[in-house]
């Protein structure tokens, strides 16, 4: 049987890890809404301007939440050797709560967006690529 073993080169250059994210998003009729999550797992350097995705739902927040989809922006090398990525997304515009197992559009709160922007922090869960090497 045979396994693939990729270049060293390439994937200790390039490991697979993820960013956290908390912050507040800007106010909108008189309201924020906190998102709190982890940008999904890709393989990346502090240099080699790699995304991520991300997902979620802010926290409920004057009575409902806002789903959001998007990427970050790319690597920024950090002076330690780290790296981390700018979020500058608009949630969307369609305020929710949920009803036992579902989602529902709250329609008494008039449609509106918020941004969420801010840096994650630096990655985590890195694979240990060492025995490639």
Do not use: C
């Not at 200790?12 to 940008?39: C, E, I, K, Q, W």
Request: negative net charge.
């Amino acid at each position: 049987m045979l396994y693939y073993t990729p270049p060293p080169e390439i994937d200790a250059l390039r490991p697979s890890h993820a960013h956290h994210f908390r912050g507040n998003t800007s106010v909108t009729m008189g309201h924020f809404h906190l998102a709190d999550f982890y940008a999904y797992a890709a393989n990346g350097s502090a240099n080699d301007k790699h995304t991520h995705r991300l997902q979620g739902y802010t926290y409920v927040n004057d009575k409902h939440f806002h789903r959001y989809l998007g990427n970050t922006g790319p690597a920024i090398p950090a002076p330690d050797g780290s790296h981390y990525h700018m979020i500058d997304i608009e949630v969307n515009d369609e305020p929710f709560i949920t009803k036992g197992n579902f989602y529902s559009t709250v329609l008494s709160i008039d449609r509106h967006t918020h941004r969420l922007t801010g840096p994650t922090g630096t990655g985590i869960g890195y694979e240990d690529v060492s025995f490639f090497l």
